[in-house]
Every structure is written in structure tokens, then in C-alpha cells.
């Protein structure tokens, strides 16, 4: 851990701590304002560590820093004993109103506060820019390209990518009208207007248990890069910001994200066509990358991608689709009369037919071999069936792509092997298959593994047999020390009138949003609760932001301040929601509710608390400890 780290971890925790004063100073603010004493001014629960005495209140840090206290005189009224001038009980309803949404008051004004002059400053952020579209999902099936700028969704301005995010979070069902900049070029080849609208219905994702429209986060238009500090990339003579041009001896028909991925992914040799800005001088910068030994042990093999999950007709390559006849289910295993089992290589098999008159595939159809042709369309380029054809593993099957040089490729397993058993265990999926294979890797077991290779025989259904023991293994990681720069931006008013503006908007818009959320986690099946982060999700998102710049950690510290006012008003018993509920009985009954019922909401509501907290915690452990 070096010391910018250690400077992150200290920002980190006065951060956090200076939310939760800010809550608890606006509990203390309005007791004083209201004529009640304050006995206990707590940052965290439990044993004190350290505090002093000023007037009336000690002020104190305590040992657990989970949250914070406001102890006032009389707050916890027997209803029995005579009121004393100076306590809680003593104050009437609205005072007492006043009292309890004091920390929530104080937490919307700390970000009232603390958004404009983050916005004046400049904060980091990621602009709307999506990537490629996930095959299968809405934006890929509306034909959305990588690339586009959101603009609107559904006539509301989009700030940044996150708000993309939320947007379509809390929509749920609802169809959803996006208004995107095309990239440079997209809509020049059918004479259209850049300016376009698609029309998303999002779909829910049961991982991530929310509802999206499969528009991932994009790169840099410019195609600037990020180059590592030290990396074989600075050796190279590489500078970061530098704009590639193209990848040597990839196609110029896939675009630079693909052909730096395909480069890299081949772990050799690069060479690079790079200029320092846009008109200025090219030149080619050779990196050899550095192997760097793995600590995860594997045996070399991944899931043959080979399924046709999704069909795009209404994509450029369309017309050669429909004449071709393929159709979701086939697994197409050679195009071209190049073997496919992963899409780097269903690519490859295409850019061979580059030029050709024609198109061919051999798929697997209904347990039969079936062999596809069509002339290819003029003015159709085959390497746009990539795009149009969504390829997925099938998960009801264990049939395998395998890495070069590594266990089961020197034992004699081969691309579209499927694996039948394990130690006699037959596998009837590539999750058990996964599964399996870590179990016995992690005991630092060989295991003897049972193959089928190739298709059924016509005639016979037969399949050759093979059989190889396989050991897990360290493999070394190919490090270039260099990658495409993300789209982000830096979102600054331009001036501090602008600032104000900016600011009073965002924090209308967190407000919103988190209302929205809870109330969909709540109450619909939209937005799951698997959503939800506790203290160490909190910790980790703060440690990021602090990294990116105090304005950043400030930044996320208004939005976290935004959802401790909201979680608050909840009205759950011992939260300020919940008092302030029963203060609005009391001003409709014109009485308090009883001793015993306001005793057995408490007991309701720590049991309610504390259950939120088992349940947030195992999430947070799930998703930072135990991902995967």
C-alpha cells in the first residue's frame, strides 16, 4: 500500500464521518433551535473513544462507525412523569416535527451546498457514450451503434453515462424513446441524419436484478489511448493521449476496438499506427509485450461459442441473412471452411470470404449437419454478419475452446471437443463443468477427463472417444501496458450562477432517482434488493472516487448524503421516518400513542434494522469478497 492509498483511506473515512456529522448536526441544530437540551452529540455507536464537554452536550466519537446519535433531554418520555421545561417531550408537535427531519433537512442542504461548488471546481466524469450494444438486447435489436451520444431519454437531457443507467433503472416496463448522436459516418452511407430516435423497451436482467437495454459503457471517439506508466507500451516509446490510426496487419474492415482487441488477444508482437493529434505526423510504434506469471491456476480451456442465440434482419447484413437461412438454435461449427468456435474466430472465418461471391456455413441443426450458402448482396460486406449475429455458448453443453499451450492443448484436446465426463462424473453443463474443474483445481487434483470430438456420425450417431488427465496450471498473462481511453469528461460550470443552476438540478435529480429506486425495490419487482450496498460497497465506491480527485469523492459524498436523507425518512420505528410518523397519529388523534405500542415499534424497528444490516452486509460480501 503506498501512500496515495493511505491518503485515500483517511479521505475516505472523514468523508463518511462528515455526512453522518451533518445529519446528526442538523438533529442538534434544531433541538437547540426549539429550546431542548442536547446531552450526547455521537459520531458512531457504542463505547466512547474520545469526546469533550461543552455546555450541556458532550460531544464524543464512539468505537463502531456505523452511522451516529443525538441524545436530547426527555426524549424518551414515560408519559407519566411531569414534562420538564428543556426536553424533547416538553416541545410541541411541530417543534418536535422540526426535531426529527433535522438530519434530513441538513443532508438535502450539504448537497445543495457541496454540488455547485463541485460543478465550479470541475468533477470527472463519464459521458454518454455507449459501446456496443449487447447482442440479444434492445439497443442491439433497434440497431443503436457504438459510438452514439444519448441525448435525451424519453425528452429528459442525459447528463452522463451513469444517468443512462438510473433512467432506464427506473423505468422499468416502460418503453423508452432515446435520442442519440450517430457517430461520424454512420448515417453517411444511407443518407439519414445523425440525430436519431429509438424506441427501447428494456429487459431485466436476473444477475444484476434491474432492468436494462444492453448499452454498455463506450470509449474515447478520438481513439486516444492509455498507456501504463513503465509498461512494454512507455518502453516502446507509446505516449499516453496519442490517437491510433489502425492496428498492422488487422483488417481496416473492423474497427479499431476490434482490431486492438484481436491483436492483443493473439499475445505476440504488436505494431501500433499512432498520431500525437488529429492531422498530425504518423508513425508506427512496435510493443513487445512482458509475460506476466498468473496466480489463478487453469487448465486451458473455455466455453465453445458456437450458439446462435439472436438474429439482427434488420441490420446491414440482413438481406445475406434471410438468403442464407439461418436461424436461432443452429450451432455453426465452420464458415468458410475455417473451423468456428469463438467469435475472434467466426470474425476470421469471415474477413477469409472477404471479396468471395459467395457465403457458406456448416451448422448443426436439430442433431443433423446442414450446410448454408448464398450469394453475397453487393454492397454488403460479410464481416457485418459479426455484427448481426448474436453467438452464445451453450450452457446445455460442455463443448470447449482451448488456449494454446496449455494443459489440455499438449494433452490433445481440440477446439469443439465436448467434454462427457470428469473422474466418471458425467457433465450435463458448462456451469457444472466450471464448477467441477475449481473444486479439483483449488485441491490441486489431476483429473481424467472423457471427450466427444467432432459431430455425430450420419449414419451410425457415433463419436470418436477421447480420453486425457488433466492438472491445473499458472498461465502467464500478456502485458502491453496500454488500452483505448474511456469516454469521460470533465463536467464544469461556466460560471458560478451556472454552477448554482447545476447543482440545485442534480440534487433534484439524486432525489428523485433514489425515491424512485427504493420505491421499485419496495414495491414491484423492477429494481431487486440485490441492489443494495452497505457499508462496504460504501467504503469501496468512496476509495474510487477519492483516487479520481477530491471534488469526485466529493461528488459521490453529496449522492450519498441524498440517500441518507431518503433511507431516513423511511418509516420504520426508531429511523427519523418513523417518529415522524407517529407524530402525525399524534397530531390526528390529539394524543401520543401509547407507551406499550411506541415500546413494541422500537423492538420492531432494531429488528427490522438490524436484519437490513445481516442482509446488506451478505451482499456487500458477495459482490467485493466472494464475486463469481
Not at 452522463?160 to 438510473?166: G, P, Q, S, Y
Not at 501500433?272 to 487448465?299: H, N
Not at 461528488?555 to 440517500?563: D, E, K, P, T, V
Request: proline fraction near 6%; aromatic fraction near 8%; glycine fraction near 10%.
Amino acid at each position: 500500500m503506498n501512500l496515495s492509498d493511505i491518503a485515500s483511506i483517511i479521505q475516505v473515512i472523514l468523508g463518511i464521518g462528515l455526512v453522518i456529522f451533518v445529519h446528526e448536526l442538523g438533529h442538534f441544530m434544531a433541538a437547540r433551535w426549539c429550546g431542548a437540551r442536547v446531552e450526547v452529540f455521537s459520531l458512531g455507536f457504542g463505547p466512547r473513544l474520545f469526546g469533550w464537554r461543552r455546555g450541556d452536550t458532550l460531544f464524543q466519537v464512539a468505537v463502531v462507525p456505523l452511522g451516529g446519535y443525538v441524545k436530547v433531554a426527555g426524549e424518551y418520555f414515560d408519559g407519566t412523569s411531569p414534562k420538564e421545561e428543556g426536553t424533547l417531550s416538553s416541545l410541541n408537535v411541530p417543534q418536535r416535527f422540526l426535531y426529527y427531519s433535522g438530519g434530513v433537512i441538513m443532508n438535502v442542504i450539504f448537497a445543495l451546498v457541496v454540488l455547485p461548488l463541485v460543478m465550479f471546481a470541475g468533477v470527472p466524469a463519464n459521458a454518454p457514450i455507449v459501446g456496443s450494444p449487447t447482442p440479444g438486447l434492445p439497443a442491439w435489436e433497434a440497431g443503436m451503434p457504438a459510438g452514439s451520444r444519448v441525448l435525451k431519454v424519453n425528452d429528459e437531457e442525459i447528463i452522463d453515462f451513469e444517468h443512462i443507467v438510473t433512467t432506464v433503472a427506473v423505468n422499468g416496463k416502460t418503453p423508452l424513446l432515446f435520442e442519440v448522436e450517430t457517430p461520424e459516418g454512420f448515417a453517411a452511407g444511407d443518407g439519414g441524419e445523425r440525430i436519431r430516435t429509438y424506441e427501447l423497451k428494456a429487459e431485466y436482467n436476473e444477475d444484476r436484478g434491474l432492468y436494462q437495454v444492453g448499452i454498455p459503457f463506450g470509449i474515447d471517439p478520438s481513439h486516444s489511448l492509455v498507456v501504463v506508466p513503465d509498461s512494454p507500451a512507455t518502453k516502446a516509446g507509446l505516449v499516453g493521449g496519442e490517437i491510433l490510426l489502425s492496428v498492422v496487419g488487422q483488417s481496416p474492415e473492423l474497427t479499431l476496438e476490434q482490431q486492438l482487441y484481436r491483436a492483443v488477444d493473439a499475445r505476440g508482437p504488436i505494431a501500433l499506427q499512432v498520431q500525437a493529434e488529429a492531422g498530425g505526423a504518423v508513425r508506427t510504434v512496435e510493443i513487445t509485450p512482458k509475460m506476466v506469471p498468473s496466480d489463478r491456476k487453469l487448465i486451458g480451456i473455455t466455453p465453445a461459442v458456437q450458439l446462435v442465440d439472436d438474429l439482427r434482419l434488420t441490420g446491414v447484413s440482413g438481406p445475406l441473412l434471410k438468403a442464407l437461412g439461418l436461424a436461432s438454435g443452429d450451432r455453426i461449427f465452420i464458415v468458410n471452411d475455417l473451423p468456428v468456435t469463438s467469435r475472434n474466430e467466426f470474425v476470421t472465418a469471415l474477413l477469409q470470404g472477404s471479396g468471395a461471391d459467395e457465403i457458406s456455413m456448416n451448422v448443426l441443426r436439430g442433431g443433423a449437419i446442414q450446410t448454408l450458402s448464398a450469394p453475397i448482396p453487393e454492397g454488403i460486406n460479410p464481416v457485418a454478419l459479426a455484427s448481426d449475429i448474436s453467438l452464445m455458448p451453450d450452457e446445455d453443453k460442455a463443448v470447449i475452446n482451448v488456449l494454446v499451450g496449455m494443459g489440455a492443448d499438449r494433452a490433445g484436446m481440440r477446439n469443439g471437443d465436448e467434454i462427457i465426463s470428469i473422474d466418471g462424473m458425467p457433465m450435463s453443463s458448462w456451469e457444472q463443468l466450471l464448477q467441477t474443474i475449481r473444486a479439483k483445481v483449488e485441491e490441486g487434483q489431476s483429473m481424467e477427463v472423457l471427450a466427444y470430438r467432432g459431430v455425430p456420425d450420419p449414419v451410425t450417431g457415433t463419436r470418436e472417444e477421447i480420453r486425457v488427465e488433466l492438472t491445473g496450471e499458472a498461465r502467464e498473462e500478456a502485458d502491453y501496458g496500454l488500452g483505448l481511453r474511456a469516454a469521460t469528461f470533465t463536467m464544469k460550470a461556466d460560471g458560478f450562477g451556472n454552477a448554482v443552476a447545476m447543482g440545485v438540478f442534480s440534487t433534484k435529480r439524486f432525489l428523485v432517482d433514489v425515491g424512485q429506486q427504493l420505491k421499485k425495490m419496495l414495491f414491484s419487482d423492477e429494481i431487486s434488493t440485490k441492489n443494495l450496498g452497505g457499508i462496504i460497497t460504501i467504503s469501496v465506491i468512496s476509495f474510487d472516487t477519492a483516487s479520481q480527485g477530491l471534488s469526485k469523492l466529493f461528488f459521490f459524498l453529496a449522492i450519498l448524503s441524498i440517500n441518507l436523507a431518503i433511507i431516513n425518512l423511511l418509516p420504520i420505528p426508531i429511523l427519523d421516518g418513523g417518529h415522524l410518523l407517529f407524530l402525525l397519529i399524534e397530531a390526528i388523534k390529539g394524543s401520543p400513542v401509547s407507551e406499550r405500542a411506541f415500546g413494541y415499534s422500537q423492538v420492531v424497528g432494531l429488528v427490522m434494522i438490524m436484519s437490513l444490516m445481516v442482509y446488506v452486509t451478505y451482499q456487500d460480501i458477495v459482490r467485493w469478497i466472494l464475486p463469481g
